[in-house]
């Protein structure tokens, strides 16, 4: 019988890439201001100014936001330089990825250039009762520490996917009029059908601040964004791909941990999106994921052609 496990995440054999001696080239910002050209008009997204207090935080958690986000801003060229200088198309990727700004970590990654986001469904609750009496609304923070605040607009707990929808940017950089937040995305890959075995990719996510294999209480030192590179191992047999309840179809065996859940799995060769890592089997230590195949069947119904299409405020699930 298989096992999984969503949290404990142990380090397996493939381990982070190292750092290239060759500088980095100069990433453009996650977010930048462009002149509307959506009709209809897009959902206004509310700039708030950096220093405010942000809206739906207690004083512990917005601490700790701005804690992260001054990592993130001390880490900035670490993170660059886990990147190979071979495939600029990476750099997208990372720009794409955002990470959870509470304690219990999570990853996300923007997948259209309007501001929405794909993750775990079980970043916003185990179950559908649990995602139901949580807020749905959470702040997410690129590699840069740039910060946004999201909203969950649909939830599907069989595919454990879960569609975001960004609501706010803290930003310095006022829009002018006519101007609007754009953000940088992933494209999709086609299906995952049609990946070989052992493709190699990277997973880009955020591993947690608890070690959770130490025997005594104490604290990793992992950066906020972990970069690793891995392969693509195929697809679990016998197993509907839309179904990821128990485990994550998708196998691979880049390096994770806890906290990495809805970090994107990256195609090393073109920088597409083939996949969310989501859990990983205890008793073979493979890492398992949500696949293309699901992830397109999933924005069909609520994202058709990933274009800005509008979705209904009520979040829904599949079970």
Known sequence: MMSSSRCGLRSASTSKIPAPEDTQP??????????SSSNPPRESIRIISPGSKLPGLTS????????????????????????????????????????????????????????????????????EEEYEKDSKKRWLLFYNGLAVQVECRVWDGKRDLALLRVVAVESDQPAKSGEIPTFSSI????????????????????????DLESTSARKTKYNLVEVSKGKFRG??????????????????????????????????????????????????????GIPNMAIEAFLRGCLPGVAGDEVSGKATSSY
């Open 60 to 127: 512990p958690k917005l601490k700790l936001l701005r804690r992260k986000q001054e990592k993130l801003a001390s880490t900035v060229s670490t993170t660059l330089q886990s990147l190979p200088n071979t495939n600029p198309t990476l750099l997208n990727a990372l720009n794409s990825t955002l990470i959870f700004a509470q304690h219990e970590a999570g990853t996300a990654v923007c997948i259209e250039s309007s501001g929405w986001i794909l993750t775990c469904a079980h970043c916003f609750g185990d179950d």
């Open 26 to 35: 100069v990433v453009p910002s996650p977010i930048t201001f462009t002149p």
């Open 187 to 210: 494209p999709l890959s086609p299906t995952t059908k049609n990946l070989k075995d052992k493709v190699p990719i990277f997973c880009i996510g955020q591993p947690g601040a608890d």
């Open 235 to 288: 697809m679990v047999k016998g197993v509907d791909p839309q179904d990821n309840v128990e485990i994550g179809t998708l196998m691979h065996d880049a390096w994770t941990y806890w906290g990495h859940s809805g970090a994107p799995l990256v195609s090393a060769t073109d920088g597409t999106l083939i996949g969310l890592h989501s859990s990983w089997d205890d008793e073979t230590a493979m890492r398992h």
